[in-house]
C-alpha cells in the first residue's frame, strides 16, 4: 500500500473496519504563542523560581540558625552544670598492653585484685607524666601537683549488654517464656564460653578523671607533647602508643557500639556510601531516561510558525495538501 497517495490510504483502511467512512485524521501542527503571553509566562515562572529559591535559602538559614542556637544552649548550659565528665579524658588498650601489664607488673602476692592493680599502674604512671609536662597557668602561676581523682574502665561487653537489653524488652512485654530463655542464655554463655568470660575481664578503655583544671589542660595536649623531642621517651604507654582525647558524657555513649573496632566503623561507612551511590546512579539513570523520551516527542513535534502554515496550506482544510501530509505523518510516525 502507498501511504503517499491519500485515496489508496482512506480506501484500504475502510475496507478492513479499523477506520470506518466517517473516520477523519488529524494532524497536529504546535504554533508559537503571542508574544504578549511568553512574556506572561516568563514573568510566572521567574516569580515562581524566585519563591522557590527564597524558600530553599531560608529554610537552610533556619536550620542552621536552630544548630547554632542549639548549641549556644548547649555551651551555655555545659558551662552552668559541671561534671566530672569535664575534666576526664579517655584512651583505648589494646590486648598488648594489659598482656605486659600482666607479664610484668602485676603482683599475684598483693592482696589487691588484678584489676586494682591495673587501675593504680595507670593513675601513677599518668600522674607522673603529666607532671613532667609544662605548667599552662590555667590554676595560676607555679608548679602544680597534678593528681588524678579518679581511673575508670571499660569492657568489651557488648554482647551482654545486647542480652540485657532483649530481656528488658521481653520483660517489658510480659513474655515470660522468652525471659526464661534469656536468663539460662546469658548464664550458659558467660559459665561456659571461656573466650566470652576472659573478653568481659579485659578492660578496652580507660577513663581518667582529673582533680584540676591544669591536669585536664595537661592531658588534652598529650598526644601534641609526646611529639616533642623531649618528651619522646613518652611516646609509648607499656608498649604501644595512646591517644588521649576530651571523654563525652556518660549519657552521650551508646556503649554496646564500643566494641566495633575503626575497621569495622570503616567497612560500615564504606557499604553505606556505596548504597548511596547506587540509590544516586538508579535516579540519574530515570531521571536520564525520561528526559530522553521527553526530548524525543519535543523534538518530533517542534514549535511551528502559524503564519508559515497559513502560507503553506492556507485556510482551506480540504484541500489534497493537508490529506497528504497527515497521511505521511501518520505513517512516519505510527507505522503498522
Keep these: 500500500m502507498d501511504f503517499t497517495n491519500p485515496k489508496d490510504f482512506i480506501t484500504d483502511y475502510n475496507a478492513d473496519g479499523e477506520c470506518g467512512s466517517n473516520s477523519f485524521l488529524y494532524i497536529q501542527a504546535a504554533c508559537v504563542l503571542p508574544e504578549d503571553h511568553s512574556d506572561k509566562r516568563q514573568v510566572f515562572g521567574l516569580i515562581t523560581a524566585c519563591t522557590a529559591v527564597f524558600i530553599y535559602l531560608f529554610t537552610i538559614v533556619y536550620f542552621d540558625y536552630i544548630k547554632t542556637l542549639q548549641k549556644t544552649k548547649y555551651v551555655d548550659f555545659d558551662v552552668k552544670t559541671i561534671t566530672a565528665g569535664d575534666y576526664t579524658v579517655e584512651f583505648d588498650i589494646d590486648e598488648e598492653i594489659y598482656a605486659e601489664f600482666q607479664q610484668n607488673y602485676l603482683d599475684p602476692t598483693n592482696p589487691m585484685g588484678e584489676i586494682q592493680q591495673f587501675k ?63 536468663n539460662e542464655t546469658i548464664a550458659q554463655g558467660i559459665k561456659e564460653d571461656k573466650k566470652l568470660l576472659d573478653q ?128 505521511t505523518e501518520y505513517a512516519n510516525n505510527y507505522p503498522k
Design 200 to 327: 568481659l575481664q579485659r578492660p578496652v578503655s580507660v577513663f581518667a578523671t582529673m582533680e584540676t583544671e591544669e591536669g585536664h589542660t595537661r592531658a588534652t595536649q598529650y598526644n601534641k607533647l609526646i611529639g616533642e623531642p623531649e618528651y619522646k621517651h613518652y611516646d609509648k604507654f607499656l608498649t604501644s602508643e595512646i591517644e588521649l582525647q576530651e571523654a563525652s558524657e556518660p549519657t552521650d555513649i551508646i556503649w554496646e557500639n564500643r566494641s566495633f573496632t575503626p575497621r569495622q566503623r570503616s567497612v560500615k561507612r564504606c557499604i553505606v556510601a556505596f548504597l548511596i551511590l547506587v540509590m544516586l546512579t538508579i535516579s540519574a539513570v530515570i531521571i536520564f531516561v525520561c528526559t530522553l523520551s521527553a526530548n524525543a516527542k519535543k523534538f518530533r513535534y517542534p514549535k511551528a510558525n502559524c503564519d508559515t502554515i497559513y502560507d503553506g496550506y492556507g485556510n482551506d482544510t480540504s484541500s489534497e495538501i493537508w490529506e497528504s501530509d497527515a497521511t
Design 120 to 182: 593504680l599502674y595507670i593513675q601513677l604512671e599518668l600522674e607522673k607524666r603529666l607532671n613532667q609536662f609544662p605548667n599552662n597557668g590555667v590554676d595560676g602561676p607555679g608548679e602544680q601537683n597534678i593528681k588524678i581523682a579518679q581511673i575508670t574502665l571499660a569492657f568489651n561487653n557488648a554482647k551482654v549488654i545486647n542480652w540485657l537489653m532483649k530481656r528488658g524488652t521481653f520483660i517489658k512485654t510480659e513474655k515470660w517464656d522468652k525471659v526464661k530463655v534469656i
